[in-house]
Nanobody, 111 residues
Framework: VQLVESGGGLVQPGGSLRLSCEAS????????MRWYRQGPGKERELVAS????????NYADSVKGRFTISRDNAKSTMYLQMNSLKPEDTAVFYC?????WGQGTQVTVSS
């Protein structure tokens, strides 16, 4: 199992970013997927999850209405569209499945 995140960067408050998680080494469409984040000095927390088919999604209260999780099973890729970003969204974002983690991608929200 390999998970590779990308799309992080520096963005101003109110801005947007789209993260990607490219998966390999397993049948992507068979598994639920999750996005986590870990801010400076904070514990890692679940941000959003998506079912195998993409029909069912769930979000942390802190990101509801601002973040959208999605997946493209044909491309073995999961996405996290992040809008209206706030400084408190600054974190390393990780994708996860089957007890495996990606290496993470840094998101920094600052003016």
């Amino acid at each position: 199992v390999q998970l590779v995140e990308s799309g992080g960067g520096l963005v101003q408050p109110g801005g947007s970013l789209r993260l990607s998680c490219e998966a390999s080494g397993f049948t992507f469409s068979y598994y639920d997927m999750r996005w986590y984040r870990q801010g400076p000095g904070k514990e890692r927390e679940l941000v959003a999850s998506i079912s195998r088919t993409g029909i069912s999604t769930n979000y942390a209260d802190s990101v509801k209405g601002r973040f959208t999780i999605s997946r493209d099973n044909a491309k073995s890729t999961m996405y996290l569209q992040m809008n209206s970003l706030k400084p408190e969204d600054t974190a390393v974002f990780y994708c996860r499945t089957q007890n495996c983690w990606g290496q993470g991608t840094q998101v920094t929200v600052s003016s």
